[in-house]
């Protein structure tokens, strides 16, 4: 079993939902905005978040969030951090995902190059709180 090591959260407050329910299958579109704010950097998310949400006729719902958090590392140089963060969402258990990250910071070069993981946990009806960990 692997060990995770927490790193830091995304605080992410939802704006708009928009879905689209197809014979078979079922697309939602959530946009949202939100800030992470940590030792080694602090930012907004950038405008155009969006996490898309597909559910099969058999259940199965699946998330694939992209967005760009624009801010300053802990060296003081303004940067972002592209984020795509995918997953499988299971009605009763907690939200497991695997992000990925691209950066424009020299010093933040390391969330390119190690393995993470992320937990979604609700905060309130238009808040929820990405938590990521290091595997």
């Known amino acids: 079993m692997s060990k995770e090591e927490y790193l830091f959260k995304i605080d992410v407050m939802l704006d708009e939902n928009i879905e689209i ?13 939100g800030r992470l704010d940590s030792s080694f950097f602090t930012g907004e998310i950038l405008p155009g978040a969006a996490d898309t949400q597909t559910e099969s006729s058999d259940g199965k719902r699946l998330l694939s969030a992209r967005y760009i958090i624009k801010g300053h590392d802990a060296d003081g140089n303004e940067c972002s951090i592209f984020v795509e963060n995918n997953g499988e969402v299971a009605m009763g258990k907690e ?35 990405i938590q990521i960990y290091e595997v």
């Open 21 to 33: 329910k197809g014979n078979n299958s079922s697309v939602c579109m959530i946009l949202f905005h």
């Open 95 to 129: 939200i497991v995902t695997c992000p990925r990250f691209v950066t424009d910071s020299k010093s933040l070069k390391w969330l390119e190059e190690r393995n993470f993981t992320g937990k979604i946990a609700g905060k309130s009806e238009n808040e929820i709180e």
